[in-house]
Structures are given as C-alpha cells and as structure tokens.
Nanobody
Framework: VQLAESGGGSVQAGGSLRLSCAAS???????????MTWFRQTPGKEREGVAS???????NYADSVKGRFTISKDNAKNTLFLQMNNLRPDDTATYYC?????????????????????WGQGTQVTVSS
C-alpha cells in the first residue's frame, strides 16, 4: 500500500488549499472500509491529528480546525481529501495522510499516530500573514 499526498503550497492567511492523498496497492473493497486521517507536523513538535474519517463515514476534527477544514473520501478513486479554508499562519506544517490497517473501520483514539499503519511522504503547507 502506498499513499501519495499532493496539493500543498504557499498561500496568504485567509486563503484555501485542497490536499489530496491517492492510495495505491489497495483492494477496492477494503479502501472504503478503512479509517484514514490527516496529520500535520512542524519541526520540533509531535505529529498532530487534524481530521479523520472512519470506514463508516463519520468524521472527527481537531478543535483548531473545526469549521475551517473538511475531510472527505472518493472511494471510487481511492483518494482522500482535505479542504482547508480560512487558513492561518499556525496551520503551516507538513501534512501527512495515514491509513489504519486495511479494513479497520475505526481508530480510537483517532489522534494517535501509532495506530496507523500506512503513511504518505507529506506535503508542505505554508501560510503567510
């Protein structure tokens, strides 16, 4: 299984970006059932859970991004998205997508990076004031 993020870049505060995470090497029937999460990390800090979507379709968000970020999946294309609106300078980080072991629908707690088996290489998001 490989995950590949894209869509990062540099924007001014208040702007928007849409991150994508394409999964390959996944059987079509398992991808929809697999919990996936976006994390972010800045130098010197621990990886932080941003938004998660379970294999049942339920979503969770970190308090810092609620109302601004939206996580979604296109199961037909094995692709995870993160729509980020009203970006702030403190959103600057490397963003990673992560997948639970295939077929695991829910991860509890969803914020724990150690519970995810597959990771992308990350995409940089920089927000300037």
């Amino acid at each position: 299984v490989q995950l590949a993020e894209s869509g990062g870049g540099s924007v001014q505060a208040g702007g928007s970006l849409r991150l994508s995470c394409a999964a390959s090497g996944v059987a079509g029937y398992t991808y929809p059932r697999t919990a996936m999460t976006w994390f972010r990390q800045t130098p010197g800090k621990e990886r932080e859970g941003v938004a998660s979507i379970s294999g049942y379709g339920g979503t969770n968000y970190a308090d810092s991004v609620k109302g601004r970020f939206t996580i979604s999946k296109d199961n037909a294309k094995n692709t995870l998205f993160l729509q980020m609106n009203n970006l702030r300078p403190d959103d600057t980080a490397t963003y990673y997508c992560a997948a639970a072991p295939l077929g695991v629908r829910s991860v509890t707690p969803w914020l724990g990076p150690e519970r995810y088996k597959y990771w992308g290489q990350g995409t940089q998001v920089t927000v300037s004031s």
